[in-house]
T-cell receptor, first 114, second 115 residues
Framework: AQSVSQHNHHVILSEAASLELGCNYS??????LFWYVQYPGQHLQLLLK??????LVKGIKGFEAEFIKSKFSFNLRKPSVQWSDTAEYFCAAGGGGATNKLIFGTGTLLAVQP | DTGVSQNPRHKITKRGQNVTFRCDPI?????LYWYRQTLGQGPEFLTY????????KSRLLSDRFSAERPKGSFSTLEIQRTEQGDSAMYLC?????????????FGNGTRLTVT
């Protein structure tokens, strides 16, 4: 069955700390991978995506993620977090195809303390 | 880009009542999706439209749920005989057709509370 797992449900960091959020997927065939962010009171927004090519992808606001096919992982990283990064982060996988629907993980709530 | 618009933002209803939500996607997007999100969970896929055709429905979508996209523009999601378990955030998303890795653009959602 297709699934996405995020093992960190709640992360608390101080400003300037480094961030790594785990994401593992189970998906047959070609997979496209995404990280979305939801700031308090706002809609889900795309941070970055991987669909082919360089497995290290860079997104907005200094975020990056690395696709490691052998580990079925797509972890999100940021070298130095800011208070404004406080949000919920969702990893998602999709195979494209006829529907291009996405399967989401359960999310990681990040709280950055000033 | 005016974004995906959903109405209403909040809906409180009594068990057994019917409710209808509306989604206006980004105008040039052919693909439209409905998702449901409950507390502590990620969005779960409900159904998908390509233009006016409903091409996929999740088994989460019981026969009390129906979705339409009559002219390939806005979409409605109706829940009949609501139950307390229907309480959730209902999200709409759209994307352009063509690229199979196009990201989904989400609306702010409609939060349903069934009392």
């Amino acid at each position: 069955a297709q699934s996405v797992s995020q093992h960190n449900h709640h992360v608390i960091l101080s400003e300037a700390a480094s961030l790594e959020l785990g994401c593992n997927y189970s998906y047959g065939g070609t997979v496209n991978l995404f990280w979305y962010v939801q700031y308090p009171g706002q809609h889900l927004q795309l941070l970055l995506k991987y669909f082919s090519g360089d497995p290290l992808v860079k997104g907005i606001k200094g975020f990056e993620a690395e696709f490691i096919k052998s580990k079925f992982s797509f972890n999100l990283r940021k070298p130095s977090v800011q208070w404004s990064d406080t949000a919920e982060y969702f990893c998602a996988a999709g195979g494209g195809g006829a529907t291009n629907k996405l399967i989401f993980g359960t999310g990681t709530l990040l709280a950055v303390q000033p | 880009d005016t974004g995906v618009s959903q109405n209403p933002r909040h809906k409180i209803t009594k068990r057994g009542q019917n409710v209808t939500f509306r989604c206006d996607p980004i105008s040039e997007h052919n693909r439209l999706y409905w998702y449901r999100q409950t507390l502590g969970q990620g969005p779960e896929f409900l159904t998908y439209f390509q233009n006016e055709a409903q091409l996929e429905k999740s088994r989460l979508l019981s026969d009390r749920f129906s979705a339409e996209r009559p002219k390939g523009s806005f979409s409605t999601l109706e829940i009949q005989r609501t139950e307390q378990g229907d309480s959730a955030m209902y999200l709409c998303a759209s994307s352009p057709s063509g690229q199979n890795h196009s990201p989904l653009h989400f609306g702010n959602g409609t939060r349903l509370t069934v009392t």
